[in-house]
């Protein structure tokens, strides 16, 4: 199980993803992780979104969006619309395994702009535009 954060900007329209550069090849996430035992979706959504980003956010900004099911993996998506537009240094054990192979980049991507982009898993771009309305 795991959960992810769809942070979002209204100002700018954009979305808050981690570009990953990983062994040659290039793709975009919804930051997130693992729920650890004992812990619900939002509390692992929350702490996870804190310790990768160091973005703290709430339960009451939290929205439940959608869950996507790929294989034996359930992934719960939520929504927090955030007003900083500032693009927040990757932290934690993200941080520790980057090197020039393995790479996490926080970056705002325009709505507009997620068909252009390798959004995995790839149900979920489908999903976000279909919900923003692209």
Not at 39 to 47: D, G, Q, T, V
Not at 71 to 79: D, I, K, M
């Amino acid at each position: 199980m795991r959960a992810r954060v769809i942070l979002y900007n209204r100002e700018s329209n954009s979305i808050l993803l981690i570009e990953r550069k990983k062994d040659g090849e290039n793709y975009w996430v919804v930051p997130g992780g693992g729920v650890k035992i004992g812990e619900n979706y939002s509390e692992a959504a929350m702490r996870e979104i804190n310790e990768e980003l160091g973005v703290r956010i709430t339960a009451q900004q939290l929205r439940s969006l959608f869950l996507a099911e790929e294989e034996s993996e359930h992934q719960l998506f939520f929504y927090c619309e955030v007003n900083s537009s500032v693009t927040p240094t990757i932290k934690g054990e993200e941080a520790s395994r980057s090197n020039i192979n393995n790479q996490y980049i926080p970056c705002w991507v325009k709505i507009d702009c997620l068909n252009a982009i390798k959004l995995e898993p790839q149900v979920i771009r489908k999903k976000l535009i279909s919900y923003f309305g692209v």
